[in-house]
């Protein structure tokens, strides 16, 4: 039976293996088989048990990334509460009519990609540069678009009212 | 936005150097932002300390284990950084 596991349990990565491992505690003051009593009561160990399923890992995907229908419309939009997202299928040989799976901003950043890699392509490197900080700047935005942030100032007792 | 109008924003005739840049900009995009994600469970093995990562993986967001004794909710667990002192458990 696992218990308080997101502090029994530590991960790393080494390769493309991830590696796992269980905080053990011991009791301070207990000598081991040879009477050696160990100041640190803590220890790394491999998991000392089974757990069915007992590991989950969340990660970034390629999820369709070329898909039939327009991801940036609703399939359908009669009013506030009757709606719905379009059912997405992959499309699997990508041709020139496939759609993108990403919104319109970072789209727009693929655009900027696209004539990044063309300008190092012909051997313009400033020219990538410039395309590449501008790709950066949409990932930026796209992020940016999904925070809303209020700042207030306060005014100085002195300014004009 | 569809492959073809990119490739008329970008000025690029070759439609398969363009799925292939437009897929390397996907792979920069998801290795920065969280766009995709997806979850995938095992399990965990007494005594063992390697397990596989998804083959499709770019970047990981998180990890978590199963917390048998609290209602079975999957608990995010630390990432551990510097060197373990112990290389190989031949006894574990």
Same mark, same amino acid.
């Given at each position: 039976?696992?218990?308080?596991?997101?502090?029994?349990?530590?991960?790393?990565?080494?390769?493309?293996?991830?590696?796992?491992?269980?905080?053990?505690?011991?009791?301070?003051?207990?000598?081991?088989?040879?009477?050696?009593? !160990?100041?640190?009561?803590? !220890?790394?160990?491999?998991?000392?048990?089974?757990?069915?399923?007992?590991?989950?890992?969340?990660?970034?995907?390629?999820?369709?990334?070329?898909?039939?229908?327009?991801?940036?419309?609703?399939?359908?939009?009669?009013?506030?509460?009757?709606?719905?997202?379009?059912?997405?299928?992959?499309?699997?040989?990508?041709?020139?009519?496939?759609?993108?799976?990403?919104?319109?901003?970072?789209?727009?950043?693929?655009?900027?990609?696209?004539?990044?890699?063309?300008?190092?392509?012909?051997?313009?490197?400033?020219?990538?540069?410039?395309?590449?900080?501008?790709?950066?700047?949409?990932?930026?935005?796209? !992020?940016?678009?999904?925070?809303?942030?209020?700042?207030?100032?306060?005014?100085?007792?002195?300014?004009?009212? | 936005?569809?492959?073809?109008?990119?490739?008329?924003?970008?000025?690029?005739?070759?439609?398969?150097?363009?799925?292939?840049?437009?897929?390397?900009?996907?792979?920069?995009?998801?290795?920065?932002?969280?766009?995709?994600?997806?979850?995938?469970?095992?399990?965990?093995?007494?005594?063992?300390?390697?397990?596989?990562?998804?083959?499709?993986?770019?970047?990981?967001?998180?990890?978590?284990?199963?917390?048998?004794?609290?209602?079975?909710?999957?608990?995010?667990?630390?990432?551990?950084?510097?060197?373990?002192?112990?290389?190989?458990?031949?006894?574990?």
């Amino acid at each position: 039976m696992s218990y308080n596991t997101s502090r029994n349990y530590f991960w790393k990565m080494n390769g493309q293996k991830l590696h796992l491992y269980q905080l053990r505690k011991n009791a301070l003051l207990s000598p081991d088989v040879n009477g050696r009593i !160990e100041s640190d009561d803590t !220890e790394l160990v491999y998991p000392d048990e089974d757990i069915n399923n007992g590991l989950r890992v969340e990660y970034n995907a390629f999820v369709k990334p070329f898909v039939t229908a327009d991801p940036n419309s609703l399939a359908t939009d009669s009013n506030e509460t009757t709606w719905s997202n379009p059912s997405l299928t992959e499309a699997s040989s990508p041709e020139e009519t496939s759609h993108v799976n990403l919104n319109r901003m970072l789209s727009l950043a693929c655009v900027c990609f696209v004539q990044a890699q063309n300008a190092a392509k012909e051997g313009n490197i400033q020219l990538k540069e410039y395309y590449m900080r501008e790709f950066y700047k949409k990932l930026a935005d796209n !992020e940016s678009n999904k925070k809303k942030i209020t700042i207030a100032f306060p005014s100085p007792v002195s300014s004009v009212r | 936005m569809t492959v073809l109008e990119i490739m008329e924003r970008a000025g690029i005739r070759d439609t398969n150097l363009a799925i292939s840049w437009i897929k390397d900009a996907i792979h920069y995009i998801e290795s920065t932002q969280e766009e995709n994600l997806k979850v995938k469970k095992s399990g965990i093995i007494k005594g063992q300390r390697d397990y596989d990562l998804p083959a499709d993986l770019i970047s990981i967001n998180s990890i978590s284990v199963l917390d048998t004794e609290d209602d079975n909710k999957y608990k995010r667990i630390r990432r551990l950084t510097g060197p373990i002192e112990i290389s190989e458990d031949l006894n574990p």
